[in-house]
């Protein structure tokens, strides 16, 4: 989709700035809420290729705010490097098939995230024996996840909470993994082509949008309580994935 009316910009930059607000709020979420709105509007591939410079920079903030993030850096920065990679190899399979399967892939990784609690029940100690290789196979992979549907989160959140390190840490290398990984996609999709101008004049602006909602969520984090927003968040993914797995069939 090269061209897009006024009402899908302004949808988009209403999607993009409440996104950001959720990221502020709980430090990521941003292409977990973005990504699948704005594919029930077009197709995951231009759902990511819209939400390239809001990712990068509602990450690149995250990661800077708080401090001390050379010791966040200093001892996860392998799990970005191998988000790197995945990020890469995604968005190369991304852009060589259909894009319609990945609205169903998408809906499956949201289910996924609002099911993760449920892991706690599994054993999950290898990660904490083997913090190197658990770390780069959950960068592996978030990577993927990112790189196709836009949504790696859930694999480095399992990776980080088994690691038990403080939620600064967690905000902060999670924010680097993926500021890496959207980087790297943005190179990508620019090197086959598909990063075309009319998506960047679009693009530009929704992360100022982001950025503001970014702001918002912030100064929201500070003053309420999360947990009935939280509730009504989950509440809304588990609609969106329903509404993918709809789209899906009716594109099949």
């Avoid at 999607?15 to 950001?20: D, E, K, R, T």
């Avoid at 968005?91 to 609002?114: C, E, G, S």
């Avoid at 549907?149 to 993994?177: K, T």
Wanted: proline share 4%; charged share 10%.
């Amino acid at each position: 989709m090269d061209a897009y009316s006024l009402n899908e910009i302004l949808v988009a930059l209403l999607v993009v700035a409440f996104a950001g607000a959720v990221h502020g709020t709980f430090g990521l979420g941003f292409p977990m809420v973005a990504t699948p709105v704005l594919a029930l509007l077009t197709d995951v591939q231009t759902a990511i290729l819209l939400t390239l410079a809001p990712n990068i920079a509602v990450n690149l903030w995250s990661m800077l705010r708080g401090g001390n993030l050379g010791a966040s850096i200093g001892r996860f920065w392998f799990v970005a490097v191998w988000m790197l990679a995945g990020s890469a190899v995604g968005t190369l399979i991304l852009v060589a098939l259909d894009p319609n399967p990945f609205r169903l892939l998408l809906a499956l990784v949201i289910v996924l995230y609002l099911l993760g609690d449920r892991l706690t029940q599994v054993d999950w100690n290898g990660i904490r024996r083997y913090p190197r290789a658990s770390g780069a196979g959950a960068g592996l992979l978030g990577g993927l996840l990112g790189g196709t549907v836009n949504v790696g989160g859930p694999a480095l959140m399992v990776y980080f909470l088994e690691m038990r390190v403080p939620a600064l840490v967690v905000v902060q290398a999670i924010n680097l993994a993926f500021l890496l990984g959207k980087s790297t996609q943005a190179v990508t999709f620019a090197a086959l082509g598909a990063l075309t101008p009319a998506l960047l004049l679009v693009s530009l602006p929704l992360g100022v949008f982001a950025l503001a909602g970014l702001r918002a969520g912030m100064w929201l984090s500070d003053r309420f309580s999360a947990e009935a927003y939280r509730h009504w968040l989950r509440g809304l993914l588990w609609l969106l994935a329903g509404l993918l797995v709809v789209q899906f069939l009716r594109d099949l």
